[in-house]
């Protein structure tokens, strides 16, 4: 069962898993993955149990010539933010979490929603002369970014170094890998690490916050990095997965242009089903119990977020995309507890316009390739969506991987 831990979304809902299994990774090491809605809210509830220590740990053990490249850069990741168990996480959080508030999230909407209708209308006029055009380049990969930088006020000419630092990030740390791309990875978080240092020792806003209130500059660059990879790359991810399965639901598509079905309960039903990250970790402080089951210190516990989120025991109809239907909104893909994803409105916001504006573009679609996403541990990362309209393409097959 190792695969499961890379490719954990793409089976069947229906396939039969226990609440609680030890599965080994690609590289013998043994996890413990908990299923069950319930048992992952507890373990996310309680962190003086289940440590967050290990939230960052690359699950391809980087080797000694990729370290020393990040060495050469000066990369170090203090706790800070999802790593972070100790009793900076409050303080950290509080100061990102005020420049992430839902008034000033509120403030990006008008601005955001003018960005997405200009695409849009760009995207449509293609589709209707008959071409193919791609949602995820054309649309939602760089729209959380040029949020987030404006609301952290990261220079605009540091966002295409984000983007792609962002996904080497979640490839260097969450994929299984060789030993040659963890080098060629290393060199480019390390580059952006240096870069992000720059902005940490001497940014407005947000950096110069986390400065003000004490904290030194290898823990404002600690909190930019996840900030700046969680911020933005999920939430791309989220819209990408949610147009394409919206072409698979006619129904709903329907009930958004009648104004049946409201924006927001596709948003939440939409994280439920295609959340983008599926898994995500813990570590035992000590030898305890979960559900009856003995776990020792240390064991590494991977929570199947994905799978929580479609818990039988929490929604009635879990494998059918039914926005409103009741537990749609009980879905854990911004996590809970302490350490539930600060910028939870944020991407909800981006997804409600998102979906209202794009939604048009679905209507009589043809999905000329689906999105494709590498194997990863907790990362969907689509890397495209293409479509044309009804009987101007004929539909190709998924690309492989290779």
Known sequence: MTAVLFSSWRGPVADPWPDIATV??????????????????????DPGTWRPENALDAVTPI?????????????????????????????????????????RVAEQQPWLTGLVRARVD???????????????????????????????????AETATVKEFSRAALELFWAPLDHDRQVALAATVGHFHRVLRDFAATGA???????ADGHPVDVVVGALFFLLVAGQETTSQFLTLLLHRLTGEPTVLAGLRSGTVPVADVVEEGLRLEPPIVTWRRVAAEDTTLAGTP?????????????AGRDAAVVAEPAAFRPGQPGSRRHLAFGAGAHRCVG???????????????????????VVRPPWCPDNLSFRMPDAFVIRRDGAATVVSRRSPG
Request: charged content about 20%.
């Open 122 to 156: 760009r995207l449509a006029t293609a589709l209707d002369a008959g071409e193919s055009v791609d949602l995820h380049a054309g649309l939602a990969a760089d729209l959380p970014l040029r949020v987030l930088a404006r609301m952290v006020d990261l220079p605009a």
């Open 295 to 307: 776990v020792a210190r240390g064991t590494s516990v991977v929570l199947w977020l994905a799978r």
């Open 205 to 211: 806003g947000l950096a110069a916050r986390l400065r």
């Open 344 to 366: 939870a409105q944020l991407s909800r916001m981006e997804a409600a316009v998102v979906v209202s504006e794009a939604a048009p573009l679905l209507t009589d679609a043809v």
């Open 24 to 45: 080994t990774d690609h590289l013998g090491v043994p996890h413990l993955v908990v299923t069950r809605h319930a048992l992952v809210r507890q373990v996310l509830g």
């Open 63 to 103: 080797p000694v010539a990729a370290l020393r490249v990040l060495t050469g850069h000066r990369f170090r990741l203090p706790p800070t933010l999802a790593n972070n168990g100790g009793a900076s996480h409050p303080r950290i959080r509080a100061i990102v979490a005020e420049a992430l508030h839902p008034a």
